[in-house]
Structures are given as structure tokens and as C-alpha cells.
């Protein structure tokens, strides 16, 4: 069974920082590229980051400057760090793989969401 789990979520005041993780199991990690997405009340869930395998990454670019997406493949953990948050970064935050399973099969995988609420 694959799982992907974020934590790191909560309240942060504007400027501040803040760090998830999403760790996975059941699942052929080193070789996943991982997304982080957000969703904010009322608006679309969007893509914030992207890691591959390889390390090299992709930041959307309202995020870009302030955040960074890392990988670490000896706990199976992909990390968002997030500086100077403001108010429009408030969303739950996601992630996922389209990857294979150590069970042999392929899927579109998304973890439960963790809530980042940045206000003063």
C-alpha cells in the first residue's frame, strides 16, 4: 500500500518560515519525480514544485525566490521549504507521485494534505 504523509503545516505570520515534509512508503522512491500542490479555499488546486529523481527541480513562479523543494531518498522524504510566506501562500498543501508501488503497480498517488495558514 502506497502512502504518501505531509506534515509541517500551521499557522505562520507574514515574512515567516515554515518547512513540509511528505514521507512515502510502499513505493519505489528513488526513482519518483514528487509534486507539491496547493489549493486554496474557492480556487484550484495548482502546482508549487517539482523534484525528480536526479534532484533537478521546477518552482512555479510565484513561489520562486522563497521557496525550495529537496529530496532526501534515504527517508524516503521530499521537504518544501517556505520563506517569506504571505497571506496568498494559505492553502493545503499536497503531494504526490505518479510512480510505481513495490507492489508492481502504477498510480497516481496523493497524500492527505496538511494546512498552512499565513496570517498576522
Known amino acids: 500500500q502506497v502512502q504518501l504523509v505531509e506534515s509541517g503545516g500551521g499557522l505562520v505570520q507574514p515574512g515567516g518560515s515554515q518547512r513540509l515534509s511528505c514521507a512515502a512508503s510502499?513505493?519505489?522512491?528513488?526513482?519518483?519525480?514528487v509534486g507539491w500542490f496547493r489549493q486554496a479555499p474557492g480556487k484550484e488546486r495548482e502546482l508549487v514544485a517539482t523534484i525528480t529523481s536526479g534532484g533537478s527541480t521546477n518552482n512555479a513562479d510565484s513561489v520562486k525566490g522563497r521557496f525550495t523543494i529537496y529530496r532526501d531518498n534515504a527517508k524516503n522524504t521530499v521537504y518544501l521549504q517556505m520563506d517569506s510566506l504571505q497571506p496568498e501562500d494559505t492553502a493545503v498543501y499536497y503531494c504526490?507521485?505518479?510512480?510505481?508501488?513495490?507492489?508492481?503497480?502504477?498510480?497516481?498517488?496523493w497524500g492527505q494534505g496538511t494546512q498552512v495558514t499565513c496570517s498576522s
Open positions: 510502499g513505493i519505489i522512491f528513488r526513482g519518483s519525480t
Open positions: 504526490n507521485t505518479k510512480w510505481w508501488a513495490i507492489s508492481g503497480k502504477y498510480g497516481d498517488y
